[in-house]
């Protein structure tokens, strides 16, 4: 996979998951967007996407997004 389809990919999910807009996206580094991944789907960096009440929680947890 490219680097362009690649981090086509990351920003979809970073929107769809995050709530993160494509600045948002674009602003963060690699090791932050990974610390995210990693702390939803249980600290393995991701075999399982989170659940929708994870992401709920998330989501009232940092509402920034």
């Not at 580094?29 to 994870?54: F, N, Y």
Request: hydrophobic share 40%.
């Amino acid at each position: 996979m490219t680097f362009a389809e690649e981090a086509g990919r990351l920003a979809g999910m970073a929107g769809a998951m995050l709530g993160w807009s494509p600045d948002r996206f674009w602003r963060a580094t690699p090791a932050e967007l990974r610390g995210i991944v990693t702390a939803m789907t249980g600290g393995d960096g991701g075999s399982e996407p989170p659940s929708s009440a994870t992401l709920a929680r998330l989501r009232e947890m940092y509402p920034d997004g």
